[in-house]
């Protein structure tokens, strides 16, 4: 069941520059996408979510979006922090509220 | 802020015991969730639960697997026979609406079956 792909398994970046986590999904039924962060030893935490109905949602530091015709998500993080340093999910949710989250890709943001 | 808690931290148990993990979520949630992520790979949706049934479940979610609400704050998850495949960290979490609210997971049990 690959219905939430992030095909990068890791990612480096220095400190102040961009981090890019990209995600991709098949089923054009999820009408919400979520990214959550998870450090060692920890469940993951909410970081930003969007509707389908949106492109774009910011937050602070983070922004996400959202290109439904590629299906495909994306979550910048300007500037990164070493504090980023997590392994940061994509989760793709449908009306029944049936979440499918993707493998993961672990952000090292370097001092 | 509020919190999810879970118990035990880890937990080993002989294939074919018994094993129940618990889950206290947040106080005024009312839609309580497990997944589980085994080592490596994602994290995958087990089952939901709301007003004392479940909601939705997974294809990972078969006989072995119930879940239960005793009383108003514990959530539990009984794998009546473990498996080795079925070692993996295993995450409670709740919510307060089911309108894809963010999800707030606990910290999880680290389940090893040998």
């Known amino acids: 069941d690959q219905q939430v792909k992030q095909n990068s398994p890791s990612l480096s970046v220095q400190e102040g520059r961009i981090s890019i986590l990209n995600c991709d999904y098949t089923?054009?039924?999820?009408?919400?996408f979520l990214w959550y962060k998870k450090y060692p030893a920890e469940g993951p935490t909410f970081l930003i979510s969007?509707?389908?109905?949106?492109d774009k949602n910011e937050d602070g530091r983070f922004t996400v979006f959202l290109n439904k015709s590629a299906k495909h998500l994306s979550l910048h993080i300007v500037p990164s922090q070493p504090g980023d340093s997590a392994v940061y999910f994509c989760?793709?949710?449908?009306?029944?509220?049936?979440?499918?989250f993707g493998a993961g890709t672990r952000l090292t943001v370097k001092p | 802020e509020p919190e999810v808690t879970q118990t035990p931290s880890h937990q080993v148990t002989q294939m074919g015991q018994e094993v129940i993990l618990r889950c206290v979520p947040i106080?005024?949630?009312?839609?309580f969730y497990w997944y589980r992520q085994i080592l490596g790979q994602k994290v995958e949706f087990l089952v939901s639960?709301?007003?004392?049934?479940?909601?939705?479940k997974s294809e990972i979610f078969d006989d072995q697997f119930s879940v239960e609400r005793p009383d108003g704050s514990n959530f539990t998850l009984k794998i009546r026979s473990t498996k080795l495949e079925d070692s993996a960290m295993y995450f409670c979490?709740?919510?307060?609406?089911?309108?894809?609210?963010?999800?707030?997971f606990g910290s999880g049990t680290q389940l090893s079956v040998l």
């Open positions: 969007i509707s389908s109905i949106k």
């Open positions: 989760a793709a949710s449908m009306p029944n509220n049936d979440m499918r």
């Open positions: 979490a709740s919510t307060l609406r089911d309108t894809n609210e963010k999800l707030f």
């Open positions: 639960f709301y007003n004392n049934e479940i909601s939705e």
């Open positions: 089923n054009s039924m999820f009408d919400y």
């Open positions: 106080s005024n949630h009312l839609y």
